[in-house]
């Protein structure tokens, strides 16, 4: 039996670390990792950018993972891929999903005050958080957070808040954590929901999202 490829895209300045945890049948996956790309420009197309990323993906029909900002981008890369599916995690599937801070960001421009040098140069910062909490929260931004070219981050960040999304991608599925506080619950229509589920879920409930994962690739 020929394998499903699965290609996985990390969230906003993240690694392939993200995706660790995971576990899928080896006897019918192959797991492949998309890593983000150097904008050839701060004004990009978010379009001509998921292009691009399209151009690692070898395999015919198929499966896109993306979590959070790597959720839209999967959603951009299945306008151009013949793909099995798309499923976004911990992500969004139109503009309107987005909190209102996202939408006031974007006629604003708040979204340039994005503190996208703390996350370039994390280790500068990290004497100025305090307390237990804040310091395990560090670490693992450390650990994670490992894609920190300046003009990337400026890129996503400007890509994330402009994006608007028209399309109905009847392949897409959305798999979204009750207690996300990025991207509230309450904001998302249509999707699987995991009970207790934060942002990082791809991280703290791997082993659930697997299951789930491959329950949609075999129904």
Same mark, same amino acid.
């Given at each position: 039996?020929?394998?499903?490829?699965?290609?996985?895209?990390?969230?906003?300045? =993240?690694?392939? *670390?993200?995706? #660790?945890?995971?576990? $899928?049948? !080896?006897?019918?996956?192959?797991?492949? +990792?998309?890593?983000? @790309?150097?904008?050839?420009?701060?004004?990009?197309?978010?379009?001509?950018?998921?292009?691009?990323?399209?151009?690692?993906?070898?395999?015919?029909?198929?499966?896109?993972?993306?979590?959070?900002?790597?959720?839209?981008?999967?959603?951009?890369?299945?306008?151009?891929?013949?793909?099995?599916?798309?499923?976004?995690?911990?992500?969004?599937?139109?503009?309107?999903?987005?909190?209102?801070?996202?939408?006031?960001?974007?006629?604003?421009?708040?979204?340039?005050?994005?503190?996208?040098?703390?996350? =370039?140069?994390? *280790?500068?910062? #990290?004497?100025?958080? $305090?307390? !237990?909490?804040?310091?395990?929260?560090? +670490?693992?931004?450390? @650990?994670?957070?490992?894609?920190?070219?300046?003009?990337?981050?400026?890129?996503?960040?400007?890509?994330?808040?402009?994006?608007?999304?028209?399309?109905?991608?009847?392949?897409?599925?959305?798999?979204?954590?009750?207690?996300?506080?990025?991207?509230?619950?309450?904001?998302?229509?249509?999707?699987?929901?995991?009970?207790?589920?934060?942002?990082?879920?791809?991280?703290?409930?791997?082993?659930?999202?697997?299951?789930?994962?491959?329950?949609?690739?075999?129904?």
């Amino acid at each position: 039996m020929k394998k499903i490829a699965i290609y996985l895209i990390p969230g906003l300045a =993240a690694g392939p *670390e993200i995706f #660790e945890n995971l576990k $899928f049948s !080896k006897d019918s996956y192959e797991v492949r +990792h998309l890593q983000w @790309k150097t904008p050839i420009a701060i004004d990009e197309n978010i379009s001509e950018y998921a292009m691009r990323m399209c151009e690692d993906v070898k395999a015919k029909k198929p499966v896109l993972i993306g979590v959070s900002f790597g959720g839209i981008m999967a959603q951009e890369m299945g306008k151009y891929l013949d793909a099995k599916k798309v499923i976004i995690i911990s992500s969004v599937k139109h503009h309107y999903e987005l909190p209102k801070r996202f939408q006031m960001m974007k006629f604003t421009k708040a979204y340039k005050l994005f503190p996208a040098k703390i996350i =370039a140069n994390i *280790e500068e910062y #990290e004497k100025y958080f $305090f307390g !237990k909490s804040l310091k395990k929260r560090v +670490h693992v931004y450390k @650990k994670y957070l490992s894609v920190r070219n300046p003009l990337y981050l400026n890129w996503s960040i400007n890509a994330m808040v402009q994006w608007e999304q028209k399309e109905n991608n009847k392949n897409r599925v959305h798999i979204h954590g009750t207690k996300d506080q990025v991207f509230p619950i309450k904001n998302i229509e249509n999707c699987i929901k995991v009970l207790g589920g934060s942002h990082v879920m791809i991280i703290t409930k791997a082993k659930k999202l697997s299951k789930i994962i491959e329950g949609i690739l075999t129904s």
